[in-house]
Structure formats: structure tokens, C-alpha cells
């Protein structure tokens, strides 16, 4: 059974930051690309930044330079580092793993979401 759990978000004051995790279990995770995604109260759920299997990282343009996504395969875990937090960074965060597995089939996992709300 995959399992992919989000942890660290929290309230924080604009300007501060936050590590996000995203543990992973029953995947191997180097194998994958791993995406954090966030979702904002009315709006659509939007890609923050995606790490593949050979470690390219890819991010929303206007993310950017404040956020940070690292991979640590000894411990089956992703993490998003955030700096420099907005009050427009408010949203459930989510962890996504996703792998081709042929031309037609993609294995997609999500976790569950973690709150990350930047408020004063």
C-alpha cells in the first residue's frame, strides 16, 4: 500500500518560512518524480515544484526563487523548502508521486495535504 504523508505546515507570520516533508511508504521514491502541489481556498490545485527521478527540478515561475524542493532517498522522503512566505502561499500543500510505467499508463500517488496558512 502507497502512502505518501505531508507534514509541517503550520501558521506563520509573512517573511518566515517553512520546511514541508512528505514521507513515503510502499514506493521507492527515486524512481518517481515527486511534485508538491498546493490548493487555495476557491481555486484549482496548481504544480509549486516537481523533482524527477534524475533529480531536475522544475518550478511554477512565480515560485521561483522562495521555494526549494530537495529529495532525500535514504530516507524515502521529499521536502519543500520555503522562504520568504506570502500571505498568497496559503493553501493545503500536497506531496504527488507520479511514474510512467508505459505509453499509455501512469501510476499516480497523492498524499493527504498539509495546512500551511501565512497570516500576521
Known amino acids: 500500500q502507497v502512502q505518501l504523508v505531508e507534514s509541517g505546515g503550520a501558521l506563520v507570520q509573512p517573511g518566515g518560512s517553512l520546511r514541508l516533508s512528505c514521507a513515503a511508504s510502499g514506493i521507492i521514491i527515486n524512481i518517481y518524480t515527486m511534485g508538491w502541489y498546493r490548493q487555495a481556498p476557491g481555486k484549482q490545485r496548481e504544480v509549486v515544484a516537481t523533482?524527477?527521478?534524475?533529480?531536475?527540478?522544475n518550478y511554477s515561475d512565480s515560485l521561483k526563487g522562495r521555494f526549494t524542493i530537495s529529495r532525500d532517498n535514504a530516507k524515502n522522503t521529499v521536502y519543500l523548502q520555503m522562504n520568504t512566505l506570502k500571505p498568497e502561499d496559503t493553501a493545503v500543500y500536497y506531496c504527488?508521486?507520479?511514474?510512467?510505467?508505459?505509453?499509455?499508463?501512469?501510476?499516480?500517488?497523492w498524499g493527504q495535504g498539509t495546512q500551511v496558512t501565512v497570516s500576521s
Open positions: 504527488n508521486a507520479q511514474r510512467s510505467i508505459s505509453a499509455t499508463a501512469i501510476l499516480d500517488y
Open positions: 523533482i524527477s527521478s534524475r533529480g531536475v527540478t
